[in-house]
């Protein structure tokens, strides 16, 4: 495998790590980063809905109703800050995501909005809105009148 179709780690590298430390882990001019073998094994698929809600926290601005904790269950990943809204009937979710800064430090603005830049992305549209419909639906399953409440519920 060559330089440019991985990145290059060990004693010939350009890494930080020093030629002794690499040669006590076994590792030689070739290593390459590689993904490490697991050893807890995820739980098996379930079709059931993978998504849990572990908290949730309001946030009426607009069409934000809140924040929510969301757990990828068969991941063992927790989601903070995933923003959930709604406008008339229509209710969605969107992963976190950052304000945009200039080279000053400052927030962008357009129009008077704070411009964000996403931390997350899924790969196809179609998997955005199963996430949404599924983030929605554990966040009414744990916290019925979320998109009611005023008060903070939850961790």
């Known amino acids: 495998m060559s330089a440019t179709a991985a990145t290059r780690y ?4 350009t890494g930080n790590a020093p030629r002794a430390e690499w040669e006590q882990l076994g590792l ?3 290593a390459t980063l590689q993904p490490a073998p ?5 739980p098996a698929r379930s079709p059931r809905n993978t998504l849990a809600c572990l908290g949730f926290r309001p946030c009426r601005n607009g069409t934000l109703v809140g924040f929510a904790i969301i757990k990828f269950n068969e991941l063992c990943l ?4 995933v923003a959930i809204h709604r406008k ?6 969107q992963l976190p995501a950052k304000a945009q800064l200039d080279e000053d430090g400052q ?3 357009l129009d008077g909005k704070v ?3 996403n931390i997350f992305s899924f790969d196809a ?7 949404s419909a599924a983030a929605v639906a554990a966040v009414i399953r744990k916290y019925p009148r979320a998109f009611d409440l005023a008060e903070e519920v939850g961790p």
């Open 115 to 117: 411009q964000y830049v």
């Open 88 to 93: 008339g009937n229509a209710r969605w979710a």
């Open 28 to 30: 030689d001019d070739e």
């Open 125 to 131: 549209p179609v998997v955005r809105e199963a996430f």
């Open 10 to 13: 060990g004693p010939g590298s």
């Open 78 to 81: 927790e989601v903070r800050d």
């Open 38 to 42: 697991h050893e807890i094994k995820p």
């Open 107 to 109: 927030t962008i603005r």
